[in-house]
């Protein structure tokens, strides 16, 4: 079956079985390897991308899901070449260490913070429930209220 | 030559001197050229000829270090980046003496040769330090990893302690000097006269200024400077900045590259299943189900393992699935934990005997679990094997010993083996040397598929059934206590394994002993971050606030009046008191917790406060941590890693243990060994004190004392004492 979907603004036919999670049709088929494998059972995150502007985890969806749609990765949160608010609050508050859970975490938080624009703690801990094992959630709380111009949070 | 002994008469010859045979010594251990990283172009051709005659064509002024025309300088990391920020500290380091512009350094890990192993620098650093790790048991990561000599490693939070205090300052200052050198003899004039700053040299008397960049070619020519002067702490600049990551760009935009994006023409895919128990072996597989579904190529049987290579990741795995492979037990399948804690408790027999004249005795019995490292990125090996010649792609924490593994694997010499080192997605001990079976079976996997390059992907349930645990162990201790509630005598038995440091305790107690008891048990263990220390620091710190508590003192007070002996302990203990306003009134239901270890050469006192409802709901607050590492290099990534360790040690001793039932792993995935989250993680405030006491390590002291603080403050909090990890197995529920 061919799956028709919008990546990054860019159309794309994948033949690929409907079944395949998401996340394989991108990372393999089109090569976009910035969306990464954690888990594989949707608890850690690593996988996040957006399906219509919606923050979804993609090692369990299955690649049909997505037909017709737009899916937004990391590589196309900020189109040409810029960066996303929350890319920008990531790196002003120093977030990554190892790295490899934060392209999930901040489309999640690009996720959240297009619902919710401004959210309080409760709220960014009900919606970010990535996990990462640097352990870096302060610094993550701090950048999220960063980016949404909350306040002049620091990680200190 | 790989021994502490030889790491001894290496300090008694005088190589902790910059003495040009120190410098220039061909390669050679005795000479130990390579000890300092700067060697450079007068290596002998042949094991260590990297950097060879065509260095002053290439602009390469040392090992390490390469200026190029356009002023840029490239900064070569023998040590992975895993997460904590080393190649930019370390840059940082080299910079600082090169006196070169930030704006135009640049990093990269160095290739996976041996002209990079960095475990010469770690020699340099046992040099120094090793006598006094044995004087007092302190510091054995540096001791540890002198033993692994000739290994890229990076662990034992040792590289910027032992590679960059002992190679990247040595390599910008002997580049300085030969720059300088260069400038003024092209201007006849004295060195003394020219200065470097800011990647240019000057002679202020004549104005005249030439960049590094220009002057690179002709300082390459001149011979390396024998003693090149370091800078004094009061001068440095870079190292007095928090500097951005050079890393963290990359990781915000997908552009980090980690072993599992590594992508080749043709390259295919392996789903693996190994014996559930440890040393089993594949006793049958009918490989049918499986050859016949969409994009299998073939199923690659192996003595431990059965492997489905398929077009892509998804349909190996689902073609694995659909077998139903038979392996055997090793004659482990009555081992359950239950039965390692029954031989623990054996083997430990009764609590130690304290004097008989004492006026308490307070006894307890502690319990840690097996723990797994749970990296972020599941273990990942892409291999292609070509007749004798191989090329590897993965991420490891020592590369150069993963290329051995692999040639071993292959059955090909380690000189036909390439390997490149990706980013780590968490490293945790995980990717240390002895622990890459991931590199062995995926070599393996991809010489049966020779010559296409094949990427080995382990799932969640791989990486949490198949690691190198942290061990299990188990403490019975007993202490005494005299009238006025003072201190007599703290002596313990455990199992699971310890050292000087791990037990080492920093208080003037009239008596102590710590004896090691064995039970052997079948279980892969492994390296886990801040090894040995994160039992023994909870064995040993929740047990001296049990005597504080039974002579009825305050635990901050009762350590700190054992420290008159030990400044640095004292002063680290009492920032973090103060830091947590320690001795202030708190709701009901609150508490906080002291707790203090020095591990890698670094002393953290960390205070928890916690919040535990009348159900039994437990909210970690805040922790505070007082860290005393000497200076500091990058105080933001210092922090980092001390955030890290926290919150690392914090969602094991919440939450983490590996069960064992008929001899194998229960636990599969997040969902049953699962993490904390941000909702479930403190406040975080670090502070540290700068001393003159050697560069301490920062990846791992974070640990240890998480959770004896975390215990202690629910102890204040609620009267319920935890004695086993993880606390969630305690019911903290008022009585």
């Known amino acids: 079956m061919a799956i ?153 | 030559m790989t021994d502490v002994a030889s790491a001894k008469k290496a300090n008694r010859t005088g190589l902790r001197k910059w003495s040009r045979r120190a410098f220039i010594g061909a390669g050679t251990v005795a000479g130990g050229g390579f000890l300092l990283g700067v060697a450079g172009f007068t290596f002998a051709p042949g094991r260590h000829s990297l950097v060879g005659a065509d260095a002053a064509a290439k602009g390469q002024l040392t090992t390490w270090i390469t200026i190029t025309p356009d002023n840029i300088v490239n900064i070569l990391i023998p040590h992975c980046e895993m997460g904590q920020g080393t190649p930019t500290a370390l840059a940082m380091m080299a910079a600082e003496e090169l006196e070169a512009d930030w704006s135009f350094v640049r990093v990269q890990e160095a290739p996976s040769l041996d002209a990079y192993a960095n475990g010469y620098i770690v020699r340099a650093a046992g040099g120094n330090y090793v006598p006094a790790v044995l004087g007092r048991g302190v510091d054995y990561g540096a001791y540890r990893l002198a033993e692994w000599f000739g290994f890229q490693v990076t662990g034992g939070s040792t590289a910027v302690r032992s590679t960059g205090e002992y190679g990247m300052r040595v390599a910008g200052a002997a580049a300085k000097e030969m720059l300088v050198a260069a400038a003024a003899k092209q201007w006849n004039v004295s060195v003394s006269e020219c200065a470097a700053t800011g990647s240019r040299v000057t002679h202020a008397a004549s104005g005249r200024t030439a960049s590094f960049g220009e002057l690179a070619r002709a300082a390459a020519a001149l011979p390396v400077p024998t003693s090149p002067a370091l800078k004094q702490p009061d001068r440095f600049t870079i190292r007095r900045a928090s500097t951005p990551r050079l890393d963290i760009p990359s990781k915000v935009d997908g552009t980090a590259k980690y072993a599992i994006d590594f992508s080749s023409p043709g390259m295919l895919y392996a789903a693996l299943a190994i014996a559930p128990v440890n040393g089993g072996k594949l006793l049958s597989v009918d490989t049918a189900p499986a050859d016949a579904m969409p994009g299998v190529r073939k199923v690659v049987t192996l003595d431990e393992a059965v492997a489905v290579v398929a077009d892509s990741f998804w349909r190996a795995r689902r073609a694995l699935a659909a077998l139903k492979p038979v392996f055997s037990d090793a004659g482990h ?43 972020m990125s599941p273990m990942v090996c892409t291999a292609k094997v070509e007749g004798d010649h191989a090329e590897v792609w993965t991420g490891v924490q020592d590369p150069l010993n993963a290329r051995s593994v692999a040639a071993k694997a292959i059955g090909i010499p380690v000189a036909n083996v390439r390997l490149t080192n990706f980013l780590l997605g968490g490293g945790f001990g995980r990717g240390l040397p002895f622990n890459f079976d991931y590199v062995d079976l995926g070599a393996r996997i991809a010489k049966a598929m020779s010559p296409a390059p094949v990427k080995t992907i382990w799932t969640r349930e791989n990486d949490i059934q198949h690691d190198y645990y942290r061990g299990a162990a188990m403490s019975r201790h007993a202490g005494a206590l005299d009238a006025n509630g003072n201190p007599l005598a703290i002596h313990s038995k455990y199992t699971g394994g ?140 210092a922090k980092a890693q001390i955030e890290g360790g926290i919150i690392f040690a914090l969602s094991a001793a919440l939450l983490s243990e590996i069960h064992i039932k008929e001899g194998r792993v229960v636990e599969t995935n997040f969902r049953d060994y699962p993490m904390i989250h941000i909702a479930d993680a403190p406040t975080v405030t670090t502070a540290f004190l700068r001393s003159d006491a050697p560069l301490g390590g920062l990846g791992e002291p974070g640990v240890p004392p998480l959770a004896p603080a975390l215990v202690n403050a629910i102890h204040a909090a609620t009267g319920i004492r935890v004695r086993e990890l993880p606390i969630r197995n305690t019911s903290l529920k008022k009585a």
């Open chain 1, 4 to 156: 028709m979907m919008t990546v990054n603004g860019e159309a794309h036919t994948l033949d690929v079985e409907p079944e395949m999670p998401l996340l394989w049709a991108i990372r393999e088929t089109l090569g976009l390897t910035g969306t990464k494998f954690g888990c594989g059972i949707s608890a850690c995150g690593a996988c996040t991308v957006h399906l219509d502007g919606r923050a979804v985890r993609s090692c369990t969806l299955p690649v049909s899901a997505a037909n017709g749609k737009n899916v937004t990765t990391i590589e196309g949160l900020a189109p040409n070449g810029a960066l996303h608010r929350v890319q920008q609050a990531w790196i002003k508050h120093q977030v990554p260490q190892c790295g490899y859970c934060q392209p999930g975490v901040i489309m999640a938080v690009a996720g959240l913070l297009a619902q919710i624009p401004n959210p309080t703690d409760s709220e960014i801990d009900a919606g970010v429930t990535n996990i990462c094992r640097c352990g870096t959630f302060a610094r993550m709380r701090a950048a999220i209220h960063e980016a949404a111009g909350a306040s002049e949070v620091t990680h200190d």
């Open chain 2, 333 to 375: 399948g009555g081992v359950s934990t239950a039965s390692i804690f029954d031989a623990f408790d054996k083997a430990i027999g009764a609590a130690p005997e304290v004097p008989k004249d004492a006026a308490k005795v307070v006894t307890a019995e502690y319990r840690a679990p097996f723990l797994a490292h749970a990296t």
């Open chain 2, 498 to 637: 310890g050292n000087g440091e791990a037990v080492f305790m920093p208080y003037a107690i009239g008596a102590t002993s710590a004896k090691e008891k064995k039970a052997a048990h079948p279980i892969r263990l492994g390296q886990w971050r801040s090894v040995l220390n994160s039992q023994h620091g909870f064995f040993k710190e929740s047990f001296v606030d049990e005597m504080a508590h039974s002579a009825g003192k305050d635990p901050f007070e009762f350590r700190r009046a054992l420290l008159g002996g030990q400044p640095r302990f004292k002063a680290a203990l009492e920032k973090a008191a103060a830091m947590a306003n320690w001795g202030t009134p708190l709701e009901p239901g609150q508490g906080r917790g002291i707790a203090i270890c020095e591990s890698f050469g670094t002393i953290v006192a960390e205070v928890a406060h916690v919040a535990v409802s009348p159900e039994g709901r437990l909210k970690v607050v805040a922790v505070y941590a007082a860290v005393d590492c000497g200076d500091v290099v990058n105080e933001d990534t």
